[in-house]
Structure formats: structure tokens, C-alpha cells
């Protein structure tokens, strides 16, 4: 075998040095070097200590991840990079970016060189590519399993957000990026603190040890994202203060996942049953627009729209108005479910409108400019949409009621919300109804609200519903609530704020910002102030802690600022030197009552 070799590598050697065609070159070797070094670089990224380097190589894309000049000859930034580079290299998984070496680069120094991923942050790929739900639940789907792989090598990520999470432009996969921060019991190397803040479980943000369910209260931050309507439950229990009470990994996440996947499938199944069975019996259709009088001879310019009653404008109208909950056309009653843009714009005859409980959406404008709408605006339990400006220049209306369980906005809202110039709505009233208050649905109400009454049986208010009410002063917590959730009263301009005895957790800036605060008081069930709560006040001069146990704070809890350097701190006096034993009230003025 070995001389048949031979002769035919003597053969085929005789034909190439004799072949005067000129397709093949006798001297090839000489013609095809293979070109080791890297060129066409373009720096794509930097922050931090790092610069981020796209590179070519063999004719194919590299990303470089090296140093800023600042930092290449500091031993302990190298080490970083080190530590980056043993941890990825420990990881191979489809859907984390894949690393090939560490090399000393001309020009850039130490880098790590990995794979470049052709793909866009997964915010963006939500933002601008609107995926399908069956996409986003794969994206998840894929996470976890980056996430599995990573926690049996006994790894944490540490810092999952959208921007380390490509989507790949090709085939819409998940590739997880940017181990800089993760960290495995094994690595001694920086292990202070690091989070993104929107991204961070409450124990990174204290300094504490983590562990794979640091990475599950993230992933739950980032399903919400994904699924602003769905799976609330599964991302609940992701986020959960106690991490004792998440999920204990990756792959009890995905089964909770999965478990759903039945109901994903029967919602869609019986809507189209019984929208065949509607076909047959109720004559769906759509229809043009007619005149409808309602029972005081106000018109109302109606549409049909897949059997539901539409709203798109008026003939006749002035004074009260009540709207109906079935709109009679032909021979069918049709539910009255939505307002359309402008239904109702600029309609100043209006003094009054009580919207049934069959109404779902109200559209952009719908009563923008009814300069003399008033009395109390009833959000019905059944109301699920707002559009932009809704209530724009109304300004007569005095208070809001909100019972809808779950209202959310448009997807992307208008910078200036729903109640611009609602100057005398005074009150707002959340009742127990309400499942979670939506984000920033009384934004540009800023200067109207003095006083928010919240009902007995509430217990969830939702991040950031309350915010911004800039002329607040009075805020009624029912005895039911136990949690005020993150950022619910930020920037509101409350001037003394006395926390009930029952509540027990304020969670991330929770009341972070009341630039007019003089006087905070806490009552005596509190157990845990998260960060930022006692960030931004420009005028506090008095803090009151009642309960005789101090309770749990992180390192930003308190971040005075220049305005308000050294309030008096005040608990109680048999409690002084338990509250003294914490380092984080250590540094305050604190004293004993």
C-alpha cells in the first residue's frame, strides 16, 4: 500500500511539472500562504476597561475583545480578561457565542478572539422585527438552555440584559454574549458587586452571594419584555425577592414554560370555533357606518367590526352621555367595545360620558379637547386599552376612578400620555379590581393630582402606575397592601409620606425622588427598603424608622443629595445600637427617640 502511494504521488507530480496549460501552477505553495495575522479592523463597541474589535482572518470575521490603552499593562485588568477567556472556554453551546483563543494582537494587545455573531439585540429585534409569539417563546426556549449549560459548569452569568442577548439576523437564534461579570466560586479575581440595574436581582444589588437563581430573577425581567401579557405567573416566581422562592433552575423555568404551551394552543383552537359557530348563527360580518340613537336622542356614528360595535363618531350630542352595552343593527345586538380615534374630539358640548362594562379599547383622541367633560371618569372593569391624548384639554374632569384589571397602553405611548392638561382632576382613586395598575397611565396628569385613595383589598400596584404626580400630597394605603413596587411613587411631589405599619417591602425606588419631601416615616412592619428609595430628595430633613428590628437595605438605599446632605435619622432608642450595628445606617445621622 505504501509503494502504490508512492507511485502515484510521483505520477501526479510528473503531470503538474509537465503541463504547460497554466491551470496549474508547479510552484503552488508559494502562490497559497496562509495568512495567520488579522486586518481590516473596525472597533464596534467600547466601555468600560474594554474595546470590542471586529477583525478579519482567513478571509472570514472575528470579534476582538482587548483592552483600552489605559488599562493593557495593569496586571489585574489582564487577569480579567484571563478569567473572561477560561470561563468561555468552558461553555459550548449553540446558543452561547463560541471563543477560539487569547492572543496579544498588534495594536490591541491581549484579546480574546470569539465568534462574530451578524445579529441585533434582542430589545431591538422585538422593537423593529415585531416577532411572532412562537418566535419570542423560542428565543426564551433557547435562553434557558444557554442558562442550563452554563449552571452545571457551576458558572453565573451576572449581568444577563438585552444587549448581551443577539438574535441572529439568519435564523433567529440566541446567542448570549459577554462574560465579563460572570463569576464561579472557583475565581478570585474582582468580586465586588456588578449589575445592570434593571436586570439585577436584589441580592446582587446588596453585595451578597449569588447563585443560578441570581440568573432566573434576570431571565424573568427579560420574559416580561418578551411577553409583556403572558406568562405573568412564570415571571412573577423568576422574581421573586426571596430567592428561596424562584424557580430553583433553568429547567424548572422551561417546564413552567412548556406547561403553558397547552393553553397557548387551546386559546387560538376555541376562538376559531367559535368564530365558525358565529358564522352560522349571529351572521359575523362587518358592516358600514350607521346612525345610532341612544335613549336621550344623542347620535352616535357606528361601525360592526368582526361582530363588535365601534364608535367612530358623533352626529348629535350634548350634555350627559350614556353609552350602551349592546348596539341593536339588523337583527342582532353587537357589544359595544370600542371608541375610535377622535370619536368624541373636540366635542365641548359633553359634560358627562359613563362607559359600559362591555367597552374594551378607547382609541387615540377619543375625547381630546371636550373642554367641559367633568365630574368623576370611570375606567370600567372591562377596559383593556388606552391610546395616546385620550383625554387631552379636560380640563374640567375632577377626579379618575380606575377598575380596569388589566389596562395596558398603546405599545410604543406618546411621550405626553393620556391626561395632558387634566388640571382639576384632583383625585384618583384605584380600586380593588385592579389586578396591575398600568405604567405611567396618569403621565402629563403631573400637575393636577393632589390626592391618590387606593381601595381596601388591593395588594399589587404594578412598577412605576403612580409616578410624576408632581402636586401630590395625600396617598390612603388600604391595610391589605404589603408591597410598594418598583419606582410606583418615583418623582412624585409629595411633602410628608407616613408609611403604614403593614407594609412590609418597598422595593427598588419605590418612593426614590420626592424632590419635596421634608418628612419620610416608616411603620413598624417594614422589613425591606430597597435601592434608590431615598435617592434624589432635595428638601428631607427628617427620617423616622419605628420598627424595633432595622430593616434590610442595600448599599444605594440612602444617596442624598447635595441639597439634603445629613437628615436626622430617628428609631427607637432600645433599638439605637441594633440600627447602629448596620454599616449602611452606621454612616447617617442617626438617633435614638
Known amino acids: 500500500m505504501t509503494s502504490a502511494l508512492f507511485t502515484y504521488f510521483c505520477t501526479m507530480s510528473t503531470i503538474v511539472n509537465n503541463d504547460s496549460s497554466g491551470r496549474i501552477s508547479p510552484n503552488i505553495a508559494e502562490h497559497y500562504t496562509l495568512d495567520t495575522s488579522f486586518s481590516q479592523f473596525e472597533e464596534i463597541a467600547s466601555h468600560g476597561y474594554n474595546r470590542i474589535v471586529r477583525a478579519v482572518r482567513y478571509g472570514k470575521y472575528f470579534v476582538l475583545k482587548g483592552l483600552k490603552p489605559d488599562y493593557r499593562d495593569e496586571e489585574e485588568y489582564r487577569s480579567l480578561l484571563h478569567k473572561e477567556f477560561e470561563i468561555m472556554i468552558q461553555v459550548s453551546h449553540p446558543n452561547i457565542v463560541r471563543v477560539y483563543s487569547l492572543e496579544e494582537v498588534d495594536g490591541i ?21 415585531h416577532p411572532s409569539a412562537t418566535m419570542r417563546r423560542r428565543a426564551m426556549l433557547q435562553l434557558l438552555d444557554a442558562m442550563a449549560h452554563w449552571h452545571k459548569v457551576q458558572l453565573v452569568h451576572r449581568d444577563l440584559k438585552p444587549s448581551n442577548i443577539l438574535i441572529t439576523r439568519n435564523g433567529n437564534n440566541v446567542r448570549v454574549i459577554d462574560f465579563g461579570l460572570s463569576d464561579g466560586d472557583r475565581y478570585a479575581v474582582f468580586k465586588e458587586p456588578a449589575y445592570t440595574l434593571s436586570y439585577a436581582s436584589p441580592e446582587q444589588m446588596e453585595g451578597g452571594d449569588l447563585d443560578c437563581r441570581s440568573d432566573i430573577f434576570s431571565f424573568g425581567r427579560l420574559l416580561r419584555l418578551t411577553f409583556p401579557h403572558c406568562y405573568r405567573a412564570v415571571a412573577a416566581r423568576c422574581c421573586r425577592h426571596r430567592r428561596e422562592q424562584r424557580y430553583h433552575s433553568a429547567e424548572a423555568v422551561r417546564s413552567a414554560l412548556l406547561r403553558t404551551k397547552v393553553v397557548l394552543w387551546t386559546v387560538p383552537l376555541l376562538a376559531v370555533l367559535a368564530a365558525v359557530l358565529m358564522l352560522y348563527t349571529m351572521k359575523h360580518y362587518n358592516s358600514d357606518v350607521f346612525s345610532y340613537t341612544v335613549n336621550n336622542g ?58 359600559p362594562s362591555s367597552l ?42 380606575v377598575e380596569s384589571r388589566r389596562l395596558h397602553l398603546k405599545k410604543e405611548p406618546d411621550k405626553y400620555g393620556r391626561f395632558g392638561n387634566t388640571v382639576s382632576m384632583k383625585d384618583v382613586i384605584i380600586a380593588n379590581t385592579v389586578d396591575s395598575l398600568c405604567e405611567k397611565l396618569f403621565e402629563w396628569a403631573y400637575w393636577g393630582v393632589t390626592d391618590i385613595w387606593i381601595e381596601e383589598g388591593l ?47 418597598i422595593e427598588n425606588y419605590g418612593i426614590g425622588v420626592l424632590f419635596n419631601c421634608r418628612y ?11 435601592s434608590g428609595n431615598l435617592y434624589g430628595y432635595r428638601n428631607l430633613d427628617t427620617i423616622v424608622f419605628r420598627s424595633p428590628e432595622p430593616p434590610k437595605v442595600t448599599a444605594t438605599t440612602f444617596s442624598f443629595v447635595q441639597e439634603s446632605p445629613n437628615p436626622l435619622v430617628l428609631v427607637p432608642a432600645e433599638a439605637l445600637e441594633r440600627y447602629m450595628a448596620d454599616t449602611n445606617f452606621a454612616k447617617l445621622n442617626i438617633k435614638g427617640y
Request: aromatic share 8%; proline share 3%; glycine share 10%.
Open 109 to 129: 494587545g491581549l484579546c480574546i478572539v470569539m465568534e462574530y455573531v451578524d445579529g441585533m439585540p434582542l430589545d431591538q429585534w422585538l422593537r423593529d422585527d
Open 298 to 355: 344623542q347620535v352616535l356614528q357606528i361601525k360592526i367590526v368582526d361582530s363588535e360595535a365601534r364608535i367612530v363618531g358623533v352626529d348629535t350630542l350634548s350634555g350627559s352621555l350614556v353609552l350602551p352595552e349592546r348596539v341593536r343593527h339588523g337583527l342582532f345586538n353587537y357589544p359595544l367595545r370600542e371608541i375610535g380615534e377622535r370619536a368624541f374630539f373636540q366635542q365641548s358640548g359633553l359634560t358627562r360620558v359613563i362607559f
Open 360 to 401: 374594551r379599547r378607547i382609541g387615540d383622541e377619543a375625547f381630546s379637547g371636550c373642554s367641559n367633560l367633568s365630574d368623576t371618569l370611570l375606567l370600567t372593569e372591562g377596559l383593556e386599552y388606552m391610546g395616546d391624548h385620550v383625554f387631552d384639554n379636560c380640563e374640567h374632569i375632577k377626579a379618575c376612578r
Open 459 to 505: 395588594t399589587h400596584l404594578g412598577e412605576g402606575s403612580l409616578s410624576e404626580l408632581y402636586n401630590l400630597e395625600r396617598i390612603h394605603f388600604p391595610s391589605t397592601l404589603r408591597t410598594i413596587d418598583q419606582s410606583c411613587f418615583y418623582g412624585c411631589g409629595i411633602h410628608r409620606l407616613v408609611i403604614p405599619d403593614q407594609i412590609e417591602e
Open 520 to 530: 419620610v416615616e416608616f411603620g413598624l412592619g417594614l422589613k425591606y427598603l430597597g
